[in-house]
C-alpha cells in the first residue's frame, strides 16, 4: 500500500478529489440536501469534471475523458439554462 501512495502523482491527487466532489453532489442531491435544480448541482459536477480532466491529461483513458466530456457539457448546458429560466421569471 505504501509503494502504491508514494507512486500517486499531483494529478492522480486532483483528479481524485475530483471524483470526490462529483459524487459527493450526486450524493447530497440523493439525500435530499442538494436539489438538481439549483445551480450549485452542476457548477460543482463541472468544478469536479474539470478536475478529473486535469488528471485525464496527465493519464489518458479514452472512455474516461468521453464521460468527462460529456458531464461538463451537461454542466454547462444545466447552468446556462438556470440563467435562462432565471431571466425568464
Do not use: C, K
Not at 489518458?60 to 475523458?65: P, V
Amino acid at each position: 500500500m505504501t509503494e502504491f501512495l508514494n507512486g500517486l502523482t499531483l494529478a492522480d491527487g486532483i483528479g481524485s478529489f475530483g471524483a470526490l466532489i462529483v459524487v459527493a453532489a450526486y450524493f447530497a442531491t440523493q439525500m435530499r440536501m442538494m436539489n438538481s435544480d439549483d445551480l450549485a448541482f452542476p457548477v460543482v459536477n463541472l468544478v469536479g469534471s474539470v478536475l478529473i480532466v486535469y488528471s485525464l491529461l496527465q493519464n489518458f483513458n479514452l472512455a474516461s475523458m468521453l464521460i468527462e466530456s460529456f458531464w461538463i457539457a451537461i454542466s454547462v448546458i444545466g447552468i446556462i439554462q438556470h440563467f435562462r429560466l432565471r431571466r425568464a421569471r
